[in-house]
């Protein structure tokens, strides 16, 4: 019985991958460029500021998601006999780790701000001969933040979901919604102009709260899925179905007369046990039969042991 | 039409926008130009009450261009900032450098020489536009 597998993705989903490397090389690229323009019209704004830190904190899953698949499509060895999976689900912690700390001290820099009454000065620069107001270069270098990341999020999210990649699928959903960081920037720094010194503050503010709220919740889900929780689907609380037509068809078998399943996630792939209680003698190619059969369920029950046993076990 | 009413609104804007917190230039306007001077000769000089230096005229030149009364004093540096932070005075000069310390505390014009800058209270943004016109134009003037 072969139990130990070369990680291979089904052809369709192959594609995907590649795709999806394709564009977070393209996210990783056009990312830079907009932290090199956000950062030379930055100024005193503090929305701005914050946009930008949220911008370059936004470098990280794309940075994490083309090492961590390039690692993850490497064949188990004898120093890691169970695969490299698990990869995707380290730099999916360690990103929600950054992105949390990241939001509370934005939270606290924005604070501050607003309690020190912090009046934000916008000055004008001179560009090709004519004098612009600073506000307005930010107020484009936020557009140009946006736009592209919504349609690069949103061409993200259906691969990410196809994958069950939490990476790839964090870093999308945050593209797709950074408009509402841009917008909230944009805002604050027409309230700048119209003599309002606290829209920038309040902006900042509500930037880094989004931020602080979507550190937390990854933080959350990566460590749920580093404790073995059952798993769930991609941004759901659903759990995942294919789970369940695994120990229907384990029941099913003819030899079988009760049988248990429970499984794990690992990166973008399951690993679990199978326990079944045998009628009769055990037959190895029943077995076999079996394993094959399960695994041609779905590409995630990837790795998992068919285990006979007298009685079935309390999970 | 829309087309049209953009292009108004921008030009509207565009000559209120941007406004000040604390109406400096309003003040300025409706009484006078309040400059603190710090002594840094040859920008600034004061002998008994009487202000003069490059920087001190550049400001009497500004305040005819935009027809405002001005009026100087004379305080130390951290006196005159404490001062811009309470939007009690309009403008601080003294061969304040770009690099100044009171960065944080105070808001700055662009250099108008490459290294030298008035200090204005921070977040007066229609002060700094009309100060930043006038330095612009100067430097266009004597490249």
Known sequence: MKVIHDFELPPDLKKALKRAKKLEWITLVYLISVV????FSLGSSQAMKTAWLEDVLSLVPSIAFLISSKINSKAPNKRFPYGYHRVFSISFLTGAVALLGMGIFLVYDSSMALIKADHPTIGSKMFFGYEVWMGWVMILALLYSAIPAMILGMKKIPLSEDLHNKLLFTDASAQKAD???ALAAILGILGVGAGIWWADAVA?????????????KHVKTASFDLMDRYPQRLNTTDEDEIILKVEETARSWPWVAGAK?????SGQVYFGQVAVVPKGKIDLDDIARGYEELRSLHWKIHDFTIDPVRKLPPW | MTKWKIILLVCLTSCVFPKDPENSF?????????????ENPPFTMVEDSTFSGSE?????????????????KEGSESKLVKQLEEFEIHVVIGGITKKTIWKKKAGMTVPYDKEHVYLIP??????????????FQQKKQQP
Request: hydrophobic letters at 50%.
């Open chain 2, 56 to 72: 001190v005229e550049m400001l009497r030149k500004f305040a005819t261009k935009e027809g405002l009364k001005i009026s100087f």
């Open chain 1, 204 to 216: 900042a503010l509500f930037i880094s709260i989004s931020v602080l709220r979507d550190g937390l």
């Open chain 1, 179 to 181: 408009y509402m960081t």
């Open chain 2, 26 to 38: 309003e003040e300025a306007r409706r009484n006078e130009l309040l400059v603190g001077v710090v």
């Open chain 1, 261 to 265: 399943v429970r499984f794990r996630e």
């Open chain 2, 122 to 135: 921070k977040g007066e943004n229609r002060l700094l536009k009309h100060l930043e016109d006038f330095i």
């Open chain 1, 36 to 39: 090199i323009i956000m950062y």
